[in-house]
């Protein structure tokens, strides 16, 4: 029977539901994120200014490109349009996120970590470490799906 594990006498976890679910959340977050960055492109060049890790002639360049991507992976992995590979686009953002936000937590800056847009009260600091961490775990439930995936516009994924 589909969806039930007879051993144990419960309904099975409907996986392909959550895997859907991974990719609607985080690629909503991605999403929203991205809007809120390209809405403000000089906030954002001040935030990305303000980590200290780029040299000056990049942050520019970062600021107008950067936004850009989470739109797409974030649109993409809601639409299921090549989810695995939306997915480690993603993986990738969040581990650099997570670099330079170790970076500057070691040098004892705090300030607008600009994670969803510029002007905003959330500061550079563990909580914002954990909660980019906790993002890796629906990335990680897209990427190692192995199953028939629901509403992907693009077959059942790569």
Same mark, same amino acid.
């Given at each position: 029977? =589909? ?5 144990? !006498? ?17 690629? /909503? ?9 390209? %809405? ?9 200014? /303000? ?14 490109? +950067? ?9 993409? +992995? ?9 997915? /480690?686009?993603?993986? *990738? +953002?969040?581990?650099? &996120?997570? %670099? %330079? ?6 040098? !004892?800056? =705090? &300030? ?11 500061? =550079?600091?563990? !909580? =914002? ?10 990335? %990680? ?11 992907? +516009?693009? *077959?059942?994924?790569?």
């Amino acid at each position: 029977m =589909t969806g039930v594990n007879e051993h144990a !006498g419960r309904t099975a976890v409907p996986w392909d539901m959550v895997e859907l679910l991974c990719r609607l959340v985080l690629g /909503g977050l991605f999403l929203y994120a991205g809007v809120q960055k390209i %809405a403000d492109p000089y906030g954002f060049a001040k935030t990305v200014y /303000g980590y200290g890790i780029l040299p000056g002639e990049l942050v520019n360049l970062t600021a107008i490109v +950067l936004p850009w991507v989470e739109v797409l992976a974030g649109g993409t +992995l809601i639409l299921g349009v090549w989810p695995v590979s939306s997915a /480690g686009v993603i993986t *990738g +953002l969040l581990l650099l &996120f997570l %670099a %330079a936000l170790l970076a500057n937590i070691a040098r !004892g800056y =705090t &300030f607008d970590c600009g994670c969803f847009g510029s002007g905003g009260d959330e500061t =550079t600091g563990w !909580g =914002t470490v954990w909660r980019d961490v906790a993002m890796l775990v629906p990335a %990680a439930g897209v990427i190692l799906f192995k199953g028939r995936r629901r509403f992907c +516009l693009y *077959g059942s994924g790569e």
